[in-house]
């Protein structure tokens, strides 16, 4: 039930998850509509506010320009008089000093009202042309703020765009994982019913085999008790004794670890042969060349040492090929067992006494290089330098052959090393052989600087060149087989570590080498008496042949009953032909006594014609009448020379005109029948072998038609249920479209009177402009 809700709650928190994604961009979305809602009901109030100022000025224009109508009016009206009152103010000057008079102070009213029209003109230009200004710069405002609009929507178009793209991707995903959720849930039942199904059986497995388990525990608890003398794995000194299960892998592992190891020493014991060979060549050559003159005695001294190596490396070699061939597959491997582990160690000491003895005279002949003269500062630091890699190598050796003693100790003296110290040696191990390796690392690359740096000294010969490069190849070569050495036994400490455990069972180990010994031997005397109790087995089918009359077994379509059916046919096919036998040999017992009844008739009237020819035909009709009863089989006496031509065949007679011989025509007759007999029993048996594989094809056929239906019906079924899912999954996806659809319809109405506002703006601000221009030229022609 856990396995089972575990994808269930996946589910529901994936579904979870998309719909929060939903909803917070849902969210996101109603804000970016508030806002350019706002902004957009902010706009129209600037716009009906502009509108009513621009009514304002326009109403003022209006009123100015009326103003101004009037005012010009009556200034032609004064001008009209100014016009006719010349004239008569000539006629009548007399009368015109009195009415000059009235004429001035109308004149000057008339001034003053004209000084007082001209300024209030200035005025209203002065106002018109700020208006114009400010109408252009609120225009010039308008017109940017409607420029930063149309981009900001369509930067809400993109936006949208994006986000409608991003849900619809969003829905196709969901909709493929609702869809591969389904598919999943529906096998997690399956393998949940399965599972549920595995439990019970195995519980019930599980109960019988608890139960099985106490009744052995108890039976062999009960032997125990009563015929056991005593439990020698209760003593450790008899439990080293018993031997333990052979573990053929663990014996292939360790001969294998023990050839790569055997490998790897040949390798190493190469290259210390070449290393003090080379040493020993070179000490020949430099500083002074032994074939122009005496070497120190120093050298001399060393050189023979060195000479001497082949006896204390070799060993190594041989004691390491002894520890391969001691282990087989026959033995028990573990460090109480490796004997020869021992003579390994014992070389390995006499190698480390060498390298103490010639590790002196190693150091003084450095040394005596580094005072000639022909040793530079930087030649005297690489000696200095190879002087301490030799002590080292000559520390890490000893160190090397400590634990290696160690190790061989549980062979000889078990109480030499405990058991619990067993991980701890072989991790050291490990950790000397990587100090080893270190060590050349350092010796190689010291050793290729003063290479270097003598090759290019003066009196450098030929000679020293190729000893030097012959020292630094087996210098790598070392450093490489110390690598490779560590490597590999890094990489199997842990199995060298776990297959300490291996040995008597119920116990610590081997108790020591003595009863590893004895143990040992039990061992082979146990193989032997096992090898003397196997027997020879007998022939058996070919492994090959066993596996294709199994596939031939397991894809026959003859089941146990179809065979059953057929055994019950056979036998009563039997016991009709047993019938059938029966009744033929009662037939042939009526045909042999008819067949006598017919000769003794013949010869009773051969006897009445002649009495010469009855004594003939007596003797051959009883011969006819022998052969008839020894074979069983009817004849005919036939005299005309006839071919018959019948159900059982074609018989041709002779057509000779004497009386045939009766044997021979015996003989033919039942020959005949015999032969067409065998024929109509193979034909018959052929028939029923026909009858009886067509049947049983018939009915494996009949059972593959069953099984194709219910699985056709199955089928059926998961199609309608994939069929209600596909239809349930597109009227989910109909409905979200149709959601998504009305949203985006509503953001582009919402767009759409937004641009019909803006353009309505445009127009107003287009007709603003138009009457402005008009106003302006007015103004200026008046």
Known sequence: EAMFELPVKQKNISQENSNFFLRAQNQVLKKGVVDEQANSAALKEQLKMKDQSLRKLQQEMDSLTFRNLQLAKRVELLQDELALSEPRGKKNKKSGESSSQLSQEQKSVFDEDLQKKIEENERLHIQFFEADEQHKHVEAELRSRLATLETEAAQHQAVVDGLTWKYMETIEKLQNDKAKLEVKSQTLEKEAKECRLRTEECQLQLKNLHEDLSGRLEESLSIINEKVPFNDTKYSQYNALNVPLHNRRHQLKMRDIAGQALAFVQDLVMALLNFHTYTEQRIQIFPVDSAIDTISPLNQKFSQYLHENASYVRPLEEGMLHLFESITEDTVT?????????????????????????????????????????????????????????????????????????????????????????????????????????????????????????????????????????????????????????????????????????????????????????????????????????????????????????????????????????????????????????????????AKIKLEKENQRIADKLKSTSSGQSVGLAQENAAVSNAAGQDEATAKAVSEPIQSTSLIGTLTRSSDSEVPDVESREDLIKNHYMARIVELTSQLQLADSKSVHFYAECRALSKRLALAEKSKEALTEEMKLASQNISRLQDELTTTKRSYEDQLSMMSDHLCSMNETLSKQREEIDTLKMSSKGNSKKNKSR
């Open 334 to 590: 573990v460090l109480e067992t490796t004997v020869k582990l021992k003579t390994f160690s014992e070389h390995l000491t006499s190698y480390i006494c060498f390298l103490r003895k010639i590790l002196p005279y190693q150091l003084k002949s450095l040394e005596e290089e580094c005072e000639s003269s022909l040793c530079t500062s930087a030649l005297r630091a690489r000696n200095l330098e190879l002087s301490q890699d030799m002590k080292k190598m000559t520390a890490v050796f000893e160190k090397l052959q400590t634990y290696i003693a160690l190790l061989a100790l549980p062979s000889t003296e078990p109480d030499g090393l405990l058991r619990t110290n067993y991980s701890s040696v072989l991790t050291n191990v490990g950790a000397a052989l990587h100090g080893f390796h270190d060590v050349m690392k350092d010796i190689s690359k010291h050793y290729s600087q003063k290479a270097t740096i003598e090759h290019e000294l003066p009196t450098a010969t030929q000679k020293l060149v190729t000893t030097n490069d012959c020292i630094l190849s087996s210098v790598v070569a070392l450093t490489n087989g110390a690598g490779k050495i560590a490597s590999f036994f890094s990489n199997n400490l842990d199995y060298f570590i776990a297959s300490l455990s291996y040995g008597p069972k119920a116990a610590s180990g081997f108790i020591s080498p003595l009863s590893a010994e004895c143990m040992l031997q039990y061992k082979k005397k146990a193989a032997t008496y096992m090898k003397s109790l196997r027997k020879p087995l007998l022939e058996s089918v070919p492994y090959e042949e066993a596996l294709a009359n199994r596939r031939i077994l397991l894809s026959s379509t003859e089941s146990r009953e179809g065979l059953a059916q057929q055994v019950q046919q056979s036998l009563e096919k039997i016991s009709k032909l047993e019938q059938e036998k029966e009744h033929w040999m009662l037939e042939a017992q009526l």
